[in-house]
């Protein structure tokens, strides 16, 4: 529901529009979403100095009133997005997409944790919510173009497409998050701040006298805010406690609370250990997670995973190595993780029936899905083994600064520990004057 609706977003700008615009020959009407922290406002400044006509518009997510702790997109934040447009001289409109937010993003979270995997909310916020449902809300009320704080930037090509590009800063490079966003939406985006590093935003903002300047960065999923996860997704995945197990030698090391509390990287905390505990993976069919001892242990990294479908391709077709039926090799960079440093990999296409993990429910402009996603399951091999591969997460592939797409993950393959056993049983079977048979390792499935 939009508030202050009497006020439609064009009568927010001035009388002397027409005068505006031939001073400002490419100036657009620019709603950006206005969040309450300093980057939104910076964004928001940044056009307006460029001559865009800007109004500002806070969406509002999830109702922290009523799941009873009054976090997330809450007032403060509000009112901080009120007081930035305020002190620009922009328009100021509330919406809300609490309904559109728990139907396309937060049932598919829980769905994915009941499942036992890892999912990503972020990515399904942007594809769905950011640039779906909020770009068709502020294109009805007449803005041509849509911003956001983001890091990241965009380039159009010769023929038409929109490329989503890392940002400069690597340390603040959100594209990993916006990956599975169409290219439609794309096409009527900007992203003010991808050339900018994040020590240059705060200045600026300091500089124009914002008060969000020195705000906190928001961290984490929004509807969680300053609470504990595991409590936070107890009250709606149900939690059944299981066994840790111990990678190398099977035997039960304690306890824990449910699977959804944990994460394949995460430290098990287990007292009275001489070496810290890190899960390696979670067991779905016996309700078990399997922990090593100590962050660097093989078992935390694997050389392959499968990934998919559906793949979106933000070109809205796959990259040439992988046309066609036969099908070849993409040889690209790839990040499993937010803000994890890019490992070159060879990726290969296998056509498969139509299915498979999303990243959200069918909400919003959908009319290029069938142009952006694809089918067929990926297969990606790394150069250097990849640390901390959760299924439900994204694998994000990358040539050089371009995003090239993304799909969920669906299967790791065997760990560096797992190839380790097989080697040792290889040579026993050797030693005894037997054929060697090929393994998956203890636990793994296999993923060609």
């Known amino acids: 529901m939009l508030r202050n609706a009497t006020h439609r977003l064009p009568h927010l700008l001035p009388r002397h529009r027409a005068a505006h615009r ?116 502020t294109r009805r009320l007449g803005a041509e173009l849509v911003a956001t704080g983001h890091y990241a930037r965009l380039r159009r090509t010769a023929d038409g497409r929109v490329q989503l590009l890392a940002a400069v800063d690597p340390g603040k490079d959100q594209s990993y998050a916006l990956a599975a966003v169409r290219q439609s ?68 090391l304690g306890r824990h609370r449910g699977l959804a509390r944990y994460t394949p990287g995460q430290r098990a905390r287990l007292g009275g250990r001489a070496q810290p505990l890190y899960i390696v993976r979670k067991e779905p069919a016996t309700n078990s997670i399997v922990v090593c001892e100590g962050a660097d242990h093989p078992a935390l990294l694997c050389r392959e995973l499968r990934a998919g479908p559906p793949t979106h391709w933000i070109a809205g077709e796959p990259p040439a190595p992988l046309h066609g039926a036969a099908g070849g090799v993409l040889r690209c960079e790839a990040r499993v993780r937010y803000q994890q440093p890019l490992v070159r990999c060879e990726v290969r296409a296998a056509a498969t029936a139509a299915g498979g993990v999303r990243f959200g429910g069918a909400g919003g402009d959908e009319t290029d ?80």
């Open 185 to 252: 939406a794309l096409a009527r985006a900007l992203f003010p701040l991808g050339e900018l590093p994040k020590a240059q935003v705060r200045a600026l903002a300091a500089e124009a006298g914002l008060h969000v300047a020195g705000k906190r960065d928001s961290t984490g999923i929004c509807f969680v805010g300053r609470r504990n996860f595991g409590d936070f997704i107890e009250g709606y995945v149900e939690q059944e406690p299981g066994d840790f197990v111990c990678v190398e030698r099977g035997e039960v």
């Open 22 to 137: 031939a001073r400002c020959r490419h100036a657009s009407t620019v709603a950006v979403g206005v969040s309450g922290g300093v980057d939104s406002a910076v964004a928001a400044m940044m056009l307006k100095r460029q001559g865009h006509d800007v109004v500002g518009v806070h969406m509002s997510n999830w109702d922290g009133e009523e799941d009873g702790l009054g976090v997330g997109c809450n007032e403060e934040d509000r009112e901080d997005a009120r007081r930035v447009c305020a002190h620009l001289g922009i328009g100021f409109h509330e919406v809300s997409f609490q309904r559109e937010y728990w139907h396309e993003v937060f049932e598919p979270f829980l769905q994915g944790y009941r499942e036992g995997g890892t999912p990503n909310p972020d990515m399904g916020c942007n594809r769905h919510i950011k640039f779906a449902h909020f770009t068709e809300h």
């Open 369 to 448: 899905e069938a142009a952006g996603s694809s089918s067929a399951e990926l297969h990606a091999t790394f150069a250097q083994p990849m640390p901390h591969v959760a299924e439900g997460q994204a694998l994000v592939l990358y040539d050089g600064e371009v995003c090239l797409g993304t799909a969920a993950i669906v299967a790791r393959g065997p760990s560096l520990h797992d190839e380790q056993l097989l080697q040792q049983r290889q040579q026993q079977q050797q030693l005894r004057g037997q054929p060697s048979q090929p393994s998956t390792g203890r636990g793994e499935a296999a993923i060609q």
